[in-house]
């Protein structure tokens, strides 16, 4: 028997139509729940939803809009709080936005779509929806997406490294109006997952992340959509205001003292790579890491 923990609640995973959000919804259907599934690109919902609709019941709904729009948001929720048989008792805030950009160059248009995307769509996400758990007066859990940029300094990150960072502290802030109500809030944090998007970005993404990693792999979509769904279900119950990070282990280290030090003093590194001075072999990392 399928472990089905999910029957008869509601989800809302909002850019899910692709990436770790379409990996979420397609877990949750799996595991019982009917799913909306929000994207910013219609097209691509729909076929999200074919997707997930294969075969005789329905199990997920396309809500395409701007996921960043907080009116829209409270139609979307709006619309899964009415599906038949179900109960909106889950929210998956994913739709988040990457922009790379020199910190001296950044532009007060690309720090607003960020912003409005990454903190804005996240927070009223969670109160619209909070709003509707409180008046069914079953409880809930509501996941928002980090990233281990929001708690790792990276290259020319710094505006979605600050909203992802702002996105965990919402997670702990939050325990306070909705634990009293049963309604539990996490964020879970992916570090770098192979999706369309990152694959784009860099041919050779899987190859560069295995290597950075300590667990010697790249995160894929299902590691983020399996500790989302626990984080949903009720195994977690006493779990709330949490950040937990799905990165192999990358936030967990940071360049070796004896590598600092090689570079403070501007010596070659001696580990084998005499020809390459300190400085260089940073260069060469950091680079690695941005690409
Ligand atoms: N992929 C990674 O390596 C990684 C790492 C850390 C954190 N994250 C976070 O995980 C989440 C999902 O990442 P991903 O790489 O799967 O995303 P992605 O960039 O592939 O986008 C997923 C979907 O979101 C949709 N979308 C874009 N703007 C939207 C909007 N305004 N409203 C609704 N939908 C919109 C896109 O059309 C797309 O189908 C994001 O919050 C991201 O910041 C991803």
């Known amino acids: 028997m399928i472990y089905q923990p999910f029957t008869g ?88 936005l990457t922009e790379f950009g020199d910190f001296f160059d950044f532009t007060p248009e690309s720090f607003t779509k960020v912003v409005n995307l990454n903190l804005r769509g996240t927070f009223f996400l969670a109160q619209a929806a909070a709003k509707v758990m409180k008046a069914q007066g079953s409880g809930g859990n509501i996941v928002l997406i980090g990233s281990n940029v929001g708690e790792r300094a990276y290259m020319n990150l710094a505006a979605y490294g600050m909203s992802k960072a702002g996105i965990s502290m919402l997670a702990k802030q939050l325990t306070l109006p909705l634990g009293p109500l049963g309604i539990s809030v996490n ?52 779990i709330t205001g949490q950040t937990l990070l799905v990165d192999g282990g990358w936030t967990s280290y940071g360049p070796s003292p004896f590598f600092l030090r090689e570079i403070a003093e501007d010596r070659p590194v001696t580990n084998g790579q005499n020809n390459t001075t300190a400085k260089a072999a940073e260069a060469i990392k950091l680079k690695q890491m941005v690409s």
């Not at 899910?16 to 259907?29: D, E, K, M, P, R």
């Not at 993404?205 to 949903?232: C, H, I, S």
């Open 9 to 96: 609640k509601t989800a809302i995973v909002t850019g899910s139509a692709n990436g770790i959000g379409f990996a979420i919804a397609q877990h949750l259907v799996a595991e019982g729940a009917k799913v909306v599934i929000n994207d910013i690109d219609p097209a691509a919902a729909a076929a999200a939803v074919t997707k997930l609709n294969a075969g005789s019941e329905v199990h997920s709904y396309a809500f395409p809009g701007d996921a960043g729009d907080p009116e829209f948001i409270k139609r979307m929720v709006d619309f899964a709080a009415n599906i038949t048989n179900s109960r909106l008792e889950m929210v998956v805030a994913n739709a988040g």
């Open 187 to 238: 964020c879970v944090a992916p570090g770098a997952t192979l999706t369309e998007r990152t694959q784009k970005e860099e041919p050779d993404y899987a190859g560069t992340w295995a290597k950075l990693n300590p667990n010697n792999r790249v995160g894929q979509p299902e590691d983020v959509a399996a500790t989302v769904a626990f984080m949903l279900s009720p195994a977690s119950r006493h």
